[in-house]
T-cell receptor, first 113, second 110 residues
Framework: AAGVIQSPRHLIKEKRETATLKCYPIPRHDTVYWYQQGPGQDPQFLISFYEKMQSDKGSIPDRFSAQQFSDYHSELNMSSLELGDSALYFC????????????FGPGTRLTVL | QKEVEQNSGPLSVPEGAIASLNCTYSDRGSQSFFWYRQYSGKSPELIMSIYSNGDKEDGRFTAQLNKASQYVSLLIRDSQPSDSATYLCAVTTSYGKLTFGQGTILTVHP
């Protein structure tokens, strides 16, 4: 079965640079969630989109923005990167008959130097 | 205090034994409850979902929910070394975002 696709899988940036993370949800899933997981931490909710509209917002810094496009893929844009932004970034999608269940992509490991 | 608390770990059980993982949550409005398994450096993998009071069984896994006590548990029967991972309890309210516990590290030794 098709899963959530995330790209890139690894990303290395310098402080103050920008980064764009992409997420392609499971086909026919209409909701996308972004989570950030620091070392030894549990995943923290950042933001979600339903039918291309922002549906909820969590602890997402103002330096970050995101959107969902007409094909339901989503992008997380991160500017003025800081050392503390180094983390695993997961995208999850939900929809269809198992609407309440979120399925995670493999994640993007962002390292800020 | 975290909104979702899991029993302190790490938890070590011998192969073939039952592993018991516990979780409490503070928001009485929580509607959906999940257990995810996460191997080191990998993404969370959904293994159980439960929405109503009682037990739900799927293979070697049984989830239990008690909304009155705000308590969720996961039992893993016939534990295998491949079950060694971090287990994350997660809950959602009506908006769908997952709130996770801090995770319990399970080690199954041969």
């Amino acid at each position: 079965a098709a899963g959530v696709i995330q790209s890139p899988r690894h990303l290395i940036k310098e402080k103050r640079e920008t980064a764009t993370l992409k997420c392609y949800p499971i086909p026919r899933h209409d909701t996308v969630y972004w989570y950030q997981q620091g070392p030894g931490q549990d995943p923290q909710f950042l933001i979600s989109f339903y039918e291309k509209m922002q549906s909820d917002k969590g602890s997402i810094p103002d330096r970050f923005s995101a959107q969902q496009f007409s094909d339901y893929h989503s992008e997380l844009n991160m500017s003025s990167l800081e050392l503390g932004d180094s983390a695993l970034y997961f995208c999850a999608s939900s929809g269809g008959e198992t609407y309440n269940e979120q399925f995670f992509g493999p994640g993007t490991r962002l390292t800020v130097l | 205090q975290k909104e979702v608390e899991q029993n302190s770990g790490p938890l070590s059980v011998p192969e073939g034994a039952i592993a018991s993982l516990n979780c409490t949550y503070s928001d009485r409005g929580s509607q959906s409850f999940f257990w995810y398994r996460q191997y080191s450096g990998k993404s969370p993998e959904l293994i159980m979902s439960i929405y109503s009071n009682g037990d739900k069984e799927d293979g070697r896994f049984t989830a239990q929910l008690n909304k009155a006590s705000q308590y969720v548990s996961l039992l893993i029967r016939d534990s295998q070394p491949s079950d060694s991972a971090t287990y994350l309890c997660a809950v959602t309210t009506s908006y769908g975002k997952l709130t996770f516990g801090q995770g319990t590290i399970l080690t199954v030794h041969p």
